[in-house]
């Protein structure tokens, strides 16, 4: 079992940057993928970015405004969130678990609760 807690969501405006971190605790296994997810108002939850031993992979969209990296030593997850945008409000997520490279939900066993991140126009 692995225990994920979100936090450094809050609101924002438009242009801004936000940085997210994701304490994990119990099982945790420095082998697996983690990654970020996120929900909008009446959306699906969708991959933001994830990141393994040996890369990380992105939302085609999101690349070069979004940032993920990972301490091991300290069990936490970061998203490091630049020139942010109405639409990228939403509830966003840490994950871990994946044994795979993915922005699928189905990959992560693990869940945060999440943290909100609002951007303000």
């Known amino acids: 079992q692995v225990d994920l807690v979100e936090s450094g969501g809050g609101s924002v405006q438009a242009g801004g940057s936000m940085r997210l971190s994701c304490a994990a605790s119990?099982?945790?296994?420095?082998?697996?993928?983690m990654g970020w997810f996120r929900q909008a108002p009446g959306k699906k939850r969708e991959g933001v970015a994830a990141?393994?031993?040996?890369?990380?992979t992105y939302r085609e969209s999101l690349k070069g405004r979004f940032l993920i990296s990972r301490d091991n030593a300290k069990n936490t997850l970061y998203l490091q969130m630049n020139i942010l945008n109405a639409e990228d409000t939403a509830m966003y997520y840490c994950?871990?678990?994946?044994?795979?490279?993915?922005?699928?939900?189905?990959?992560?066993?693990?869940w945060g609760q999440g943290t909100q991140v609002t951007v303000s126009s």
């Open positions: 994950a871990a678990g994946s044994k795979y490279y993915s922005l699928q939900e189905s990959d992560y066993p693990y």
């Open positions: 119990g099982n945790v296994d420095s082998r697996d993928i």
């Open positions: 990141i393994g031993r040996d890369g990380d």
